[in-house]
């Protein structure tokens, strides 16, 4: 048979149950309706002030950065970052024949390094970027001194190129024991144009050309009268015998 508890048992009981009703009351009533939607807007306000002092901090550099901007915009070293030309097609085959003899200027160090294939690509024109961009697809058979070298050149010198991709693969004739040899490179490069110089236009308040016209002179309608009636000459046919 079950044992009934005892008063203190049964008060101990009673306290836990109402304790459990108490929180679901508190959890049902204030906390999932107050105080939660309460800590939500604390953390977007918070969230805000935050994104509010990096905003301000920016504008506050506004002119400095202006400044920078425009200083090196006057720097002869920044034009020279940039690819020369305006035509995508054309500097796409100058950056292809650049790194063609970026590659050459390294072929004898090592085991060397030569071009296997290359393609330029000119991708479509972004408007989100200042600048247009061109890039060179180059798979070479180049041993890792002269692969070095060739990169850092790349990095460090102008104009400035990107590597957007490179992979590196052991040549599957090599050796399996030993040095690699020559590895299988491929480089994809990306470099930028130089903006376009802009058409100086003619000013609004310009007075156009007139066209050249010849000017003809309307003979008087009197004048044109007077020369209708006067007799003409006779010809020599008609003139009397003597």
């Given at each position: ?55 301000a901090g920016a ?61 330029p690509i000119t ?78 236009a003619l000013p ?39």
């Open positions: 048979m079950r044992r009934e508890l005892t008063p203190r048992e049964r008060r101990g009981a009673a306290l836990i149950a109402l304790a459990l009703v108490l929180w679901a009351a508190w959890w049902l009533l204030v906390q999932s309706w107050f105080l939660d939607p309460l800590s939500d807007l604390q953390d977007q306000a918070d969230t805000l002030r935050h994104q509010e002092q990096r905003y504008l506050a550099q506004r002119d400095s950065l202006e400044q920078q901007l425009q200083a090196a915009r006057r720097d002869p070293s920044s034009r020279s970052s940039l690819l020369p030309g305006e035509d995508p097609s054309a500097v796409a085959a100058d950056l292809m024949q650049r790194s063609l003899d970026l590659v050459k200027a390294h072929a004898d160090q090592g085991p060397g390094c030569q071009v296997t294939q290359r393609m991708p479509e024109r972004d408007s989100a970027e200042p600048y247009r961009q061109v890039k060179v697809s180059l798979t070479l058979d180049c041993a890792m001194e002269p692969l070095v070298a060739l990169l850092h050149e790349l990095e460090y010198g102008q104009p400035f190129l990107f590597i957007d991709n490179l992979s590196i693969r052991r040549a599957t004739s090599a050796p399996a024991t030993g040095g690699a040899g020559r590895l299988q490179v491929h480089l994809l490069l990306r470099g930028y144009l130089q903006q376009a110089a802009p058409h100086k609004s308040n310009a007075p156009a050309a007139e066209p050249e016209t010849e000017s003809r002179q309307q003979p008087d309608p009197a004048e044109q009268a007077d020369l209708d009636e006067q007799p003409e000459p006779p010809t020599p046919s008609e003139e009397p015998d003597a």
